[in-house]
């Protein structure tokens, strides 16, 4: 079983920053793809960044040039740095990984995809 918690959510003002986290644990033999995704109030929720296993980047147009997505591979944990935040990004924040579990004797095991609980960020004076 493969979990993600995230941190790193809460009120920021306008114009603020926040660095939310994101940790992989359970037994994992690799991750592809992790990403960011968000969720507003009377929303669909939607892809804000994801980062490849490789460092290849993908952004959601209403954050680039704000947002920065980044992993650290060895931790198992996924990075968004926003800054310049406004108060249209106040959503849930939602982490997301794919990848294959491990199995005893370095075995390769099934494919996964799991969902972090979600951080609350917030933008508002």
């Known amino acids: 079983q493969v979990q993600l918690v995230e941190s790193g959510g809460g009120l920021v003002q306008p114009g603020g920053s926040l660095r939310l986290s994101c940790a992989a644990s359970?037994?994992?033999?690799?991750?592809?793809?992790m990403g960011w995704y968000r969720q507003a109030p009377g929303k669909q929720r939607e892809l804000v960044a994801a980062?490849?296993?490789?460092?290849?980047?993908n952004y959601a147009d209403s954050v680039k040039g704000r947002f920065t997505i980044s992993r650290d591979n060895a931790k198992n944990t996924v990075y968004l740095q926003m800054n310049s935040l406004k108060p249209e990004d106040t959503a849930v924040y939602y982490c997301?990984?794919?990848?294959?579990?491990?199995?005893?004797?370095?075995?390769?095991?099934?494919?996964?995809?799991?969902w972090g609980q979600g951080t609350l960020v917030t933008v508002s004076l």
């Open positions: 997301n990984a794919d990848g294959r579990t491990a199995q005893a004797m370095g075995v390769i095991g099934r494919y996964f995809e799991v």
């Open positions: 359970g037994s994992i033999f690799s991750i592809n793809a």
């Open positions: 980062i490849t296993s490789g460092g290849s980047t």
